[in-house]
């Protein structure tokens, strides 16, 4: 007599198999126009040259856009990942896996590069910034909103740049001066890989004397 546990591990096993090739058919559907499909685009990911499908969802954040993309099977995401693509740079700030079949992401775009001297050496960090509670980003033109006397939250990849001792560095913005009140990140480092970003409260500060306006240091 045959135990039932015998024919639910058949049946397991049938499912497996049958999800792994639904898998690899949706994989395959995936890439048979990837290249050709209109959302193809030709960027940077990292300073490594791949193609990504990349659209633009207005709905998701009021009065801001939301830009997603779509890898080919095999290739990963991280969180903080760089993107580069003409002359604009963006950053993952969300990864999903989409049913096992290929990586998608949620990109921010960057408005501004943070330039900054630590231990001597030069650094710059792409980020994008909200007043407040407020998303800053305008709808129509992504004009930077500055208000007076506000608290800024700069959102950038974390690259080990920076960290919770840095506070009361400064920082050039749209020639402006801010300094950071805290910092915080959300980053996960496994096999020495960082996986998240780098959240900087920011106020602003005045000039000081050896400040380099034009260099913007």
């Known amino acids: 007599m045959i135990d039932i546990n015998y024919y639910r591990t058949i049946s397991n096993s049938l499912d497996c198999t049958q999800q792994q090739s639904d898998i690899y058919e949706a994989q395959n559907a995936l890439l048979y126009d990837f290249d050709s499909n209109p959302s193809c685009k030709t960027v940077m990911l990292n300073n490594k040259q791949i193609n990504v499908l990349m ?24 969180i903080g990942d760089i993107l580069k693509m003409d002359n604009d740079v963006y950053f993952v700030t969300k990864v999903d896996m989409d049913k096992l079949i290929s990586c998608a992401g949620t990109l921010a775009k960057a408005t501004c590069i943070l330039r900054f001297y630590k231990n001597g050496v030069y650094r710059e960090l792409p980020c994008f910034i909200n007043v ?39 920082f050039f913005i ?44």
């Open 132 to 170: 407040g509670t407020r998303n800053y980003i305008n709808e129509r033109d992504n004009d930077f909103v500055r208000l007076p006397k506000s608290l800024y939250t700069a959102y950038c990849p974390d690259l080990g740049y920076l960290d919770k001792d840095d506070v009361n560095m400064r």
């Open 55 to 78: 659209w633009v969802d207005t709905d998701i954040i009021t009065g801001g856009k939301s830009y997603k993309i779509r890898c080919k099977p095999n290739q990963a995401l991280k």
């Open 174 to 217: 749209r020639d402006y001066i801010y300094r950071a009140v805290g910092i915080d990140n959300l980053t996960v480092l496994e096999d020495e890989v960082r996986d998240g970003l780098i959240i900087i409260k920011l106020q602003d500060d005045a000039v000081c004397a050896d400040d380099n306006m034009e260099l913007g240091i």
